[in-house]
């Protein structure tokens, strides 16, 4: 049983650019798209796509030529 | 949020802490005039502390020359602090001062005036080296703006041009025309930003889109005088407002700087002010940049505003600018035989009439209420009624914005969540997704568009236009992208759903890695950090490769978050064990899913990156052995050797090398049934028998 006030032992990542969708259908959506694709790194769970380091203005365009409108968070 | 308007102070402290410090002594003793020798930096805060002291700045203006006088009085007037000095010098040649560099020299020298850059250059030691180093048509110097207002009381030499009374009722213009067309720029910027050359011009495209915008290139419903490329002027003129600020090589739309919150009289001050910035652009010609990066439009527009100070017809402010301005009859286009009356009826009648510094009357112009308020210090003209209920929302999502209740701050907030349509006495807007998008995105929320279309509203907005703007901001919650996030790994998904429950972090996106709702830190008090990567930075080696090949245990310190995304690729996940490494497992799917996308030099460049070495061999049969011809089965004659080196030899001997068919191990060797009885001859002779197979 965990402690409940210990500290939790945890790793940091740092400058992460990443792509969070409503459900995964919409994820699979954006990964059909070929351009958009060769700008994501990987995939880190269903609605989750890490974007490649500085390729975020490029995954942006792309997602507005598709006709979305994402909300942007941190830039 | 915009920049804070600088500290004027601080800005002269600066400039004059460039100085080399012989330069500042004969500077300072100019303006403090200090008693005895102080060191350079009570000189720097003692001349920064007597521009703030009125008394001691009249007395320093009243002894200048008149040249000098007049050039203070000049910046003073024109509200903006930073000028060319070429521009300066072309004022002065105007009011028949034809002293070159002298004055400014002289200002300079009496701490009045400050040089600007160039950027990265040393001490200032000699200001006849710095304005030949600045360059002569670049350079540019600035006046602490409450020294330049003391100076505005002196007497230009202007003459009064006015020959009559005007004939009818004087007739002002709201000014609400320019920043309504500056709003319009803005966000025609912030669609698409205006890209600049290497040598700050307008690319042809863009120039065609402020030249075919149908709201920026509209001419005013009641246009007085035609006006060329008025969409070229609005962009610059917003860009020099601040409205729009260089970045990276273009003109980028920036928050609306704090003059937009209030009332009309403080913005119209700061469009007067950014004015004289705008170079390249001329009433008659329109978007006219040059080589020298100088145009007689700033000086001249502001001498033509200051000799309408009494009732003036444009003609004879353009004849007495073509006998005197040293610049302005040669940039006029050589069709126009009318000595300038063209392009001074367009000034006045299509810039600074609809700003609301003149009034009209017939023919003949004058400085309005709010001109000598501006220019000249007189009382401040009465605030315009307000009428805070002047929108009508339209059940098509058309924005009717009737003029009269519009105020800076209407407008600005319109310009950021609607699109504008028409500039008119009743302006239209309309409501759009791509606007409501950029809004949203600009910081406002929805409840907040909603607020401000019921606030200054006649009506409520309509049901089915605020379910399109639900529908609309909706859609921009089905993606979020996070520029720069910080996640938060747990070593098991137990540990995640405590950081959960203790509000550590507010998203899960994977069933052990979390983050707080903004992407930002999470509070690192209840947090006992095992690592720290950064996403940015190369892939580490985070992985062992088992004995058998195929048994994959994560570094997990050492583990970034690439991998967590690519390893999914290649092999499958073991479970954990309780405190137990993370593990993978290399199986014939998983490496032949990830064979579908990579090549094999692919996925071994991925191993020598994560584990130090190309894929396994184990790996390699997992992947490739269905693919290679099929392995035989057979029987074969084994003559075994006592030792490597006798197996060496007979590999080696003549007699019996080429009775061999293949070496199947250190010792054994394969021997055709009908050589058998040859190799045993052979090395009978040398005395070794071979023992026959039982």
Not at chain 2, 412 to 429: D, V
Not at chain 2, 434 to 448: D, H, I, K, V
Not at chain 2, 457 to 478: C, F, H
Request: hydrophobic fraction near 45%; include cysteine; charge should be negative.
């Amino acid at each position: 049983m965990t402690n409940p006030t210990a500290r939790l032992p945890a790793k940091l990542h740092r400058r992460v650019c990443l792509v969070l969708t409503e459900d995964a259908v919409l994820a699979e959506e954006l990964l059909a798209r070929k351009k958009l694709a060769t700008e994501v790194a990987g995939r880190l769970s269903d609605k989750v796509l890490l974007v490649r380091p500085g390729r975020l203005d490029a995954v942006l365009d792309e997602l507005r030529k598709m006709g979305h409108t994402p909300q942007v968070v941190g830039k | 949020m915009p920049e804070a308007e600088p500290d004027w102070s601080d800005r002269c402290r600066e400039a004059l802490s460039r100085y080399a410090e012989p330069l500042l002594r004969t500077v300072a003793d100019k303006l403090v005039r200090p008693r005895t020798k102080l060191p350079a930096e009570d000189l720097l805060d003692k001349s920064a502390a007597t521009l703030g002291n009125v008394p001691v700045i009249d007395r320093r203006i009243k002894e200048l020359p008149p040249a000098e006088r007049k050039l203070l009085a000049l910046v003073g007037l024109s509200r903006q602090p930073r000028w060319k000095v070429a521009h300066l010098l072309s004022l002065l040649a105007a009011l028949d001062h034809h002293d070159g560099f002298a004055p400014v020299q002289s200002l300079l020298e009496n701490g009045l005036l400050f040089p600007e850059g160039p950027e990265g250059a040393g001490a200032i030691a000699d200001f006849t080296a710095w304005y030949g180093a600045a360059g002569t048509n670049t350079a540019v110097v600035f006046a602490h703006p409450g020294v330049a207002a003391r100076a505005r009381g002196e007497d230009l030499g202007l003459p009064n041009l006015s020959d009559r009374p005007p004939d009818a009722t004087p007739r002002t213009a709201d000014g609400l025309e320019w920043p309504l067309r500056l709003a319009a720029a803005w966000q025609l910027a912030n669609v698409e930003p205006v890209r600049l050359t290497q040598g700050n011009a307008l690319f042809k495209r863009d120039l065609q889109r402020l030249q075919t915008d149908g709201v920026l290139s509209a001419a005013p419903t009641d246009q007085l005088a035609p006006l060329a490329d008025p969409g070229v002027l609005a962009l610059l003129w917003s860009a020099t407002a601040g409205l729009l600020a260089p970045n990276d090589g273009a003109l980028a739309a920036r928050a609306f700087p704090s003059e937009w919150d209030g009332p009309p009289l403080p913005l119209l001050a700061a469009l007067f002010a950014a004015l004289p910035l705008v170079d390249a652009w001329d009433p008659l010609s329109g978007y006219a940049p040059s080589e020298s990066g100088l145009s007689p439009t700033p000086t001249a527009g502001l001498l033509a505003v200051l000799l309408a100070r009494d009732w003036v017809a444009p003609d004879e402010v353009a004849a007495w600018l073509w006998s005197h301005h040293p610049s302005w009859a040669s940039a006029l286009p050589p069709e126009t035989p009318d000595k300038g009356a063209a392009w001074a009826k367009a000034y006045l009648l299509g810039v600074a009439f609809p700003l609301g510094l003149l009034e009209l009357s017939g023919d003949f112009v004058r400085l309005s209420a709010l001109g000598r308020h501006l220019l000249f210090g007189e009382k401040e003209p009465p605030a315009p009624p307000t009428f805070p209920q002047t929108l009508m929302v339209q059940p098509n999502a058309e924005i009717l914005a009737y003029r009269q209740g519009l105020t800076p701050g209407i407008v600005a907030a319109l310009s950021r969540f609607a699109r504008w349509k028409g500039i008119g006495a009743a302006c239209t807007l309309e409501l759009t997704a791509e606007q409501t998008y950029r809004g949203l995105e600009s910081g406002l929320t929805l409840p907040m568009i909603v607020q401000t279309l019921n606030r200054h509203g006649t009506r409520p907005v309509p049901a089915g236009v605020a379910d399109l703007l639900q529908r609309w901001a909706s859609k921009r919650e089905r993606i979020t992208a996070f520029a720069s996030a910080v996640l938060v790994e747990f070593p098991t998904a137990a540990e995640l759903d405590a950081a959960v429950a203790r509000g550590i972090v507010a998203l899960r996106l994977t069933d052990r890695i979390g983050m707080t709702a903004d992407g930002r830190e999470p509070s690192l008090s209840q947090l006992r950090l095992i690592g720290n990567r950064d996403y940015e930075g190369r892939p580490q080696r985070c992985l062992a490769v088992g004995e058998d090949g195929v048994t994959l245990t994560v570094d997990t310190p050492q583990s970034d978050l690439l991998l967590e995304a690519e390893i999914g690729h290649f092999a499958e996940p073991v479970p954990i064990e309780p405190n137990g490494a993370r593990k993978f497992r290399l199986t014939a799917q998983s490496l032949r899913r990830a064979a579908e996308s990579r090549a094999l030099s692919d996925i071994d460049r991925w191993f020598e990156e994560r584990s130090g070495a190309s894929l396994s061999p184990a790996g390699r049969l997992l992947l490739l052995g269905s693919q290679m011809p099929a392995p035989r089965a057979e029987r074969l004659l084994v003559v075994k050797l006592a030792t490597t080196d006798l197996a060496d030899g007979v590999m080696q001997w003549p007699a019996t090398r080429d009775l061999i068919a293949e070496r199947v191990g250190p010792l054994a060797l394969v021997v055709s049934e009908e050589n058998l009885a040859a190799l045993t001859a052979a090395l009978a002779d040398i005395g070794v028998s071979v023992a026959s197979p039982s």
